[in-house]
């Protein structure tokens, strides 16, 4: 549902002015029948962390919408931690059996959502109050886009970092991203986007046709934003939306992190020729940003996986592919000596620079 020009002077109304913190929004949008926004959480044994993910989203300064937790088949605490809080926007889905990913739970959650917009968030990350907030400015900003999301910040150890997408486009507050900036900024090892800051358009994500459930038990977000990317434009905003914490135990990454072939490839097998020669050439490239990541996966690991070399589509990024088929072919202590010199050597340059290189 969008907003009509009615319901943002209603908005305009209701906006509060802290010069302390500059402007600062507390938004109450109108009773409606739907709720502008359906928030869903997959969740899996998060009890140490759900109530702080829970938390962050009840408290956005945004309120218009509903929260729909699927419990997906938890054998922990977790549902009995979230059935303290006691919120009429608060619904709970179940599962029988736990799916990886959380890529059934979603599409579950996405079948029951009554919202216009769909926001998603894992079970232990955490928005910050006023993401939801600053969707609503960018769907009324860029009403053509179909998907939205926001600068976003990474915990490892203890250590932060701001996504490469927000460094390199810190002089803007917002900005339209289109498809093809989408693609290649993925290619460029600037990923613009985590699934727990992404918010779409509720028909967009369902004519795209959801996430792959049951056919990849990794990087099917990666590939659920390639089929939305073919079917809308993005925004952006420069608000850091999300704290996404890293090395959680039961994490996807963490379970799942060997090399593999990335599903995304599988599918843009099936789609390539009835696209035209643009559309495919970003398409490539978009995928042949995590074939490369799980070549540099199998390096790290001594796991050599040469069926990676040749999914690789060298026709739109030869210097790479020869780079890593030159690294294949090395004996395997001189592999490893030359990869941590030039992981090392990498480092040093990309901190000097905005842009990675491979």
Known sequence: MEINQQELKLIKKQIHFDKAINIRYILKMPDHKSPQFSIIIPLYNKEAYIIRALTSALNQTFSDFEIIIINDACTDNSLYRIKEIKDKRLRILHR???????????????????????????????????????????????????????????????????NKFSLKNKQWKTKYVSRKEFFLSVARSMSPVLTSCFTVKK????????????????????????????????????YKGLIYYGNIPDQVTAIYSGPEVPYAYHSAKKILDK?????????????????????????????????????????VNITVYIFYKILYSLPSLLRTVFYKFYNNLKKI??????????
């Open 96 to 162: 029988e059996t736990p799916g990886p990913g959380g890529y059934a739970a979603r599409n579950l959650g996405i079948a029951h959502a009554q919202g216009a917009f769909i926001s998603f968030l894992d079970a232990d990350d955490e928005w910050m109050p006023c993401y939801l907030e600053q969707i609503i400015l960018l769907i009324n900003k860029y009403p053509q886009a179909g998907a939205y999301f926001t600068a976003y910040e990474s915990i490892f150890d203890n250590r932060k970092k701001i």
């Open 275 to 315: 696209l035209d020669k643009k559309q495919a050439f970003l398409i490539k490239k978009y995928v042949n940003y995590y074939i490369k990541w799980n070549i540099q996966r199998s390096l790290i690991r001594n796991q050599i996986m040469k069926e990676l070399l040749y999914v690789y589509f060298k026709e």
């Open 349 to 358: 340059i990309q901190s000097m620079l905005i842009f990675p290189i491979f």
């Open 203 to 238: 028909k967009c994500i369902r004519e795209a046709g959801g996430f792959p459930e049951g056919k990849c038990k990794k990087g099917g977000d990666v590939e659920t934003w390639m089929r939305i990317g073919l079917l809308c434009d993005f925004s952006w905003s420069s």
